[in-house]
Nanobody, 124 residues
Framework: EVQLVESGGGLVQAGGSLRLSCEAS????????IGWFRQAPGKEREGVSC????????YYADSVKGRFTISRDNAKSTVYLQMDSLKPEDTAVYYC?????????????????WGKGTLVTVSS
């Protein structure tokens, strides 16, 4: 059974940091790019960041560029999202998802498998 399990969410003050983890199982993790999405209340789910299967290529949405850092540890089948300088507008449920290919596209409707999400709340 394919599973993607997010963890690390919580409540943090503006300017603070959190590190999200996405632990994968049930598929060949090394073969897949992994993306992070987020969905704020009343808004559509949007792509935040993605990392290729090798870790050699990364992508960031403009809204998080320079503040978030994505990385992966293929030995642990885990992808991380380090979030610094958090803003209240970063408040959302954060989901990780597998691309099904080694390369990032970060197209919401084309992602192969999804986790259930972890809530990040940034207070002002």
């Amino acid at each position: 059974e394919v599973q993607l399990v997010e963890s690390g969410g919580g409540l943090v003050q503006a300017g603070g940091s959190l590190r999200l983890s996405c632990e994968a199982s049930g598929f060949t993790f090394d073969d897949d790019a992994i993306g992070w999405f987020r969905q704020a209340p009343g808004k559509e789910r949007e792509g935040v960041s993605c990392i290729s299967s090798s870790g050699g290529s990364t992508y960031y949405a403009d809204s998080v560029k320079g503040r978030f850092t994505i990385s992966r540890d293929n030995a642990k089948s885990t992808v991380y999202l380090q979030m610094d300088s958090l803003k209240p507008e970063d408040t959302a449920v954060y989901y990780c998802a597998s691309e099904g290919t080694p390369y990032c596209a970060l197209l919401r409707d084309a992602m192969e498998h999804w986790g259930k999400g972890t809530l990040v709340t940034v207070s002002s």
